[in-house]
């Protein structure tokens, strides 16, 4: 899965689902390892943050 990628080691992503790491379709930057071990609650594929960012503009 390509990410989007930010600063060293860290990369953005969708929020899938309300939780800790924000609300459903917020735009958040976790560590890549992280990111890892939270399939289906965060989605780093660029297409899925491009989408997300997209709704907060409307």
Same mark, same amino acid.
């Given at each position: 899965? $390509?990410?989007?990628?930010?600063? *060293?080691?860290? /990369?953005?992503?969708? /929020? ?9 379709? &917020? %735009?958040?930057? %976790?560590?890549?390892? &992280?990111? *890892?071990?939270?399939?289906? %609650?965060?989605? =780093?594929?660029?297409?899925?943050? $491009?989408? =997300? &960012?997209?709704?907060?503009? &409307?």
């Amino acid at each position: 899965m $390509a990410k989007a990628k930010t600063q *060293e080691g860290k /990369v953005k992503a969708r /929020v899938l689902v309300d939780c800790a790491h924000g609300k459903c379709n &917020e %735009v958040v930057e %976790v560590d890549a390892i &992280e990111l *890892e071990g939270l399939a289906g %609650v965060l989605d =780093a594929d660029p297409a899925a943050v $491009a989408y =997300a &960012e997209s709704l907060a503009t &409307e």
